[in-house]
């Protein structure tokens, strides 16, 4: 690698403070729009209507940063905002002429994105749509997924493997009598790029294999824990019903069809890099086109998958940096009040006990953090409280 190489890989690395700024402010804003979107989550409110609040909140907060700055820096909604009810896994981010509305009792997955300059910071969490305490298996169902977030958390860290975490958190599922959902990725995050080449699987199987990798010191992942009480095998029911897609910069497939190429020409110049939502397009010619250009190669779906009726399915995911004094989880909110407890399984107690931060000399412990980062303030050398970030 040449210096002028070695230098453009560190100013777009955490090692530039300019960059640890870009996704603190990138997480700041979709934390503020999780809960925008949360109070919105009302019985009878109409589903596309949230996802548009959402992406609305997150374009208008970012609209105001780097107005000034001498390059156009690009920023925006990194992920369009899906509302996923009950036995629904994800991606579910209707267009506009779809009518589903939430009704009392419904477990509701919000999943959003928000980037400046590229830099992501993804997010989603489960809430149930009641009053007081949530009980039975929707409490059971989140808890696993907040556990199992939470020791991915300490797990994701350098000198780990990807396997670590994929065999934790299954363990971690199981002590609640939920499963891990198979298919489900937790990907490396660099400027531009939702989707980087070091990836945790959360479950791993015969036909899903990835690389055994090491975490390393100054990476940005996303972890995307998603549990259900199902079997944790999710199935495609309707492609209609897939709206978000990516465009995969790599194909250069030569369109045949006038509709598919105007389609790809407004994604190329509107979303050239991030996911978006069907909804942003002219919607006559986007149907027409988009089965050409996802056939052909040129558009990743991210499909809407089913567990069966009556299963719940809970997400929790989280943007975490880690930096040379450990790791930085830099998107969150905080759970309902849930009935069930955090599991006494010693090994589970013990990976929920280790530490984010790295111990600073002197042995003074550092200040906890803002809100909402609660907990994330421990000391290797000194076990967490286990219920400390499960965020209750």
Not at 22 to 36: C, F, T
Not at 105 to 134: N, P, R, S, W, Y
Not at 202 to 226: H, K, L, M, Q, R
Not at 301 to 310: A, H, N, S, T
């Amino acid at each position: 690698m040449s210096s002028d190489d070695e230098r453009d890989e560190k100013e777009l690395s955490l090692t530039s403070p300019e960059v640890v700024t870009k996704y603190k402010s990138a997480a700041e804003i979709v934390n503020k729009a999780l809960q925008v979107v949360l109070a919105e989550c009302k019985p009878k409110a109409k589903i596309v209507d949230i996802c548009e609040k959402g992406d609305a909140f997150i374009k208008e907060q970012t609209a105001s940063m780097y107005k000034n700055a001498k390059k156009k820096i690009e920023r925006g909604v990194a992920f369009p905002t899906c509302i996923s009810v009950n036995n629904t896994v994800g991606h579910f981010s209707p267009l506009a002429s779809d009518e589903s509305v939430l009704e009392d009792g419904d477990m509701v997955k919000i999943d959003m994105g928000c980037h400046i300059d590229g830099f992501i910071a993804l997010v989603g969490h489960t809430h149930v749509l009641q009053e007081g305490t949530v009980t039975g298996r929707k409490s059971d169902v989140i808890r696993a997924a907040s556990d199992a977030a939470d020791v991915a958390l300490r797990l994701v860290r350098p000198g780990k493997k990807n396997t670590d975490v994929t065999e934790a958190i299954q363990k971690v599922a199981a002590a609640y009598d939920c499963k891990i959902v198979e298919g489900v990725l937790s990907h490396q995050m660099k400027q531009h790029v939702i989707d980087g080449n070091k990836v945790v699987l959360s479950v791993s199987s015969p036909e899903t294999t990835v690389d055994e990798v090491e975490f390393e010191e100054n990476e940005v992942y996303a972890i995307d824990i998603v549990a259900s009480t199902g079997d944790g095998k999710p199935k495609l029911l309707d492609e209609k019903q897939t709206t978000i897609y990516k465009k995969d910069e790599s194909v250069n497939y030569q369109l045949k069809m006038k509709a598919s190429r105007f389609i790809i020409s407004e994604i190329k110049q509107n979303f050239p890099r991030m996911p978006f939502t069907a909804r942003s397009l002219e919607e006559k010619r986007a149907r027409l086109g988009l089965v050409e250009c996802v056939n052909h190669g040129h558009l990743q779906p991210y499909p809407v998958l089913y567990e069966k009726p009556g299963d719940f399915v809970a997400q929790i995911k989280f943007t975490v940096l880690l930096m040379p004094n450990g790791s930085d989880r830099i998107t969150s909110h905080e759970l309902q009040k849930l009935e069930t407890k955090t599991s006494e399984d010693p090994e589970i107690k013990g990976w929920l006990a280790l530490g984010i931060k790295k111990k600073k000399g002197g042995g003074k412990k550092k200040k906890a953090k803002k809100a909402g980062e609660k907990g994330e303030a421990s000391t290797e050398a000194e076990p967490m409280d286990a219920s400390s970030n499960a965020q209750e």
